[in-house]
Each structure stands twice: as C-alpha cells, then as structure tokens.
Nanobody, 117 residues
Framework: QVQLVESGGGLVQAGGSLRLSCVASGSILGINVMGWYRQAPGNQRELVATITPGGSTYYADSVKGRFTVSSDFAKRTVWLQMNSLNPEDTAVYYC???????????WGQGTQVTVSS
C-alpha cells in the first residue's frame, strides 16, 4: 500500500519561511515527477512546483524566486522550501507523485499552511 506523508505545515507571519516534507512508502513504479500542489478555500487545486529524477524543476509563476523544490528519489522524499511567504500562500499543500501515462497518481493527505499578515 502506497502512502505519502507530509509534514512541516503551520502558522507563520508574512515574510517568514516554512519547509514542507513528503515521504512516500510502499512500492511505487513508473515515477515521472514528484511535486507539490495547493488548494486555498474556494479555489481549485493548483500546481506549485515539480521536480524530475534528473533534477529539472518547474515552478508556478506565483512562487518563482521564493519557493524551492528538492528531492531524493531513492528515498521517495520531496521537500518544498518556502520563503518570503505572504497571505496569498495560505492553502492546504499536497504532495503528489505523477506517474507514467496510464498509471495512477498518488497524493498525500495535505498539510495546512497559514500565513498571517
């Protein structure tokens, strides 16, 4: 059984930093990318950042220059370093493992990030 467990969320003041972690357990084949999504109340879930096994990264425009995604694919672990947080970053953050076409993706349970002004 595959499980993705996130940690590191919490309450922080604007301008502060948080580091999210996600560890996946279980047998996972065909990993394409690992990454993070977020969903704020009333909004759709949106892509935040991804990383490939080769280290190529993608960032949403709203987080470029502030967030950094990193990973250890051998340990099925992905991190999201979030700096210069602002209230618009408040959301539930979800870890995601995107697999090759035709294979089911995996999601974590989510971790709440709240940024106060």
């Amino acid at each position: 059984q595959v499980q993705l467990v996130e940690s590191g969320g919490g309450l922080v003041q604007a301008g502060g930093s948080l580091r999210l972690s996600c560890v996946a357990s279980g047998s996972i084949l065909g990993i394409n990318v690992m990454g993070w999504y977020r969903q704020a109340p009333g909004n759709q879930r949106e892509l935040v950042a991804t990383i490939t096994p080769g280290g190529s990264t993608y960032y949403a425009d709203s987080v470029k220059g502030r967030f950094t995604v990193s990973s250890d694919f051998a340990k099925r672990t992905v991190w999201l370093q979030m700096n210069s947080l602002n209230p618009e970053d408040t959301a539930v953050y979800y870890c995601n493992i995107d697999r090759l076409s035709g294979l089911e993706d995996y999601w974590g349970q989510g971790t709440q990030v709240t940024v106060s002004s």
